[in-house]
């Protein structure tokens, strides 16, 4: 079965320092993996999604996710956060023979300090 | 804007009713999948739909239950409505051109708030 752990239920940062936000996945077959983002009061966005083509994976707002498949991770990283990145962020796992529903993980809180 | 529309917005009720969440695709979107987030338990898969049908169920009570119109939208409905019930409602649409790698694109969302 398919799952996504999480690390770390909130993460602080000062604005400007890199921005890491962690994601493993548990999956039997090749898997396509996502980070959402929800701001408050929204519905979610997709900032990237990893689909075979490309380990590393360039998404909006200046974030990218490496996928390693040894680690089974697809960690999330930002160079130097902005205020405007304080949002929650989610990692998802879908499965090409389950129809495209998504499994998420229990989401990470960003907070970013001026 | 996503393109894809939920209504009612916010939603409060009885324990006991029964109530109707609507969503409209992003036009020329034939795939539907409903989510419910909750403090508890997360995001969660509910139901997905393709063109009318019904393709996979998740974590979906009994309790509820789902349909896609041949427009399109697409319905779920929640009856005896317990205080657990309380989420918020998400509806998302893709084009399934690539089952399991498509985009899917959210909602706003609606808050269910069972009293």
């Known amino acids: 079965a398919q799952s996504v752990t999480q690390l770390g239920s909130h993460v602080s940062v000062s604005e400007g320092a890199l921005v890491l936000l962690r994601c493993n996945y548990s999956?039997?077959?090749?898997?396509?993996l996502f980070w959402y983002v929800q701001y408050p009061n929204q519905g979610l966005q997709l900032l990237l999604k990893?689909?075979?083509?490309?380990?590393l994976v360039k998404g909006i707002n200046g974030f990218e996710a490496e996928f390693k498949k040894s680690e089974t991770s697809f960690h999330l990283t930002k160079p130097s956060a902005h205020m405007s990145d304080a949002a929650e962020y989610f990692c998802a796992v879908s499965e090409g023979n389950q129809g495209g529903k998504l499994i998420f993980g229990q989401g990470t809180e960003l907070s970013v300090k001026p | 804007d996503s393109g894809v529309t939920q209504t009612p917005k916010h939603l409060i009720t009885a324990t006991g009713q029964r109530v109707t969440l609507r969503c409209s695709p992003r036009?020329?979107?034939?795939?539907v999948y409903w989510y419910q987030q909750s403090l508890d338990q997360g995001l969660q898969f509910l139901i997905h739909?393709?063109?009318?049908?019904?393709?996979a169920k998740g974590n979906i009570l009994e309790r509820f239950s789902a349909q896609q119109f041949p427009d399109l939208h697409s319905e779920l409905n929640l009856s005896s409505l317990e205080l657990g019930d309380s989420a918020l409602y998400f509806c998302?649409?893709?084009?399934?051109?690539?089952?399991?790698?498509?985009?899917?694109?959210f909602g706003p969302g609606t808050r269910l708030t069972v009293l």
């Open positions: 999956s039997s077959v090749p898997p396509y």
């Open positions: 739909y393709y063109n009318g049908e019904e393709r």
């Open positions: 990893y689909t075979s083509a490309a380990t």
């Open positions: 998302a649409s893709s084009g399934y051109r690539d089952p399991g790698g498509d985009e899917q694109f």
């Open positions: 036009s020329g979107d034939l795939s």
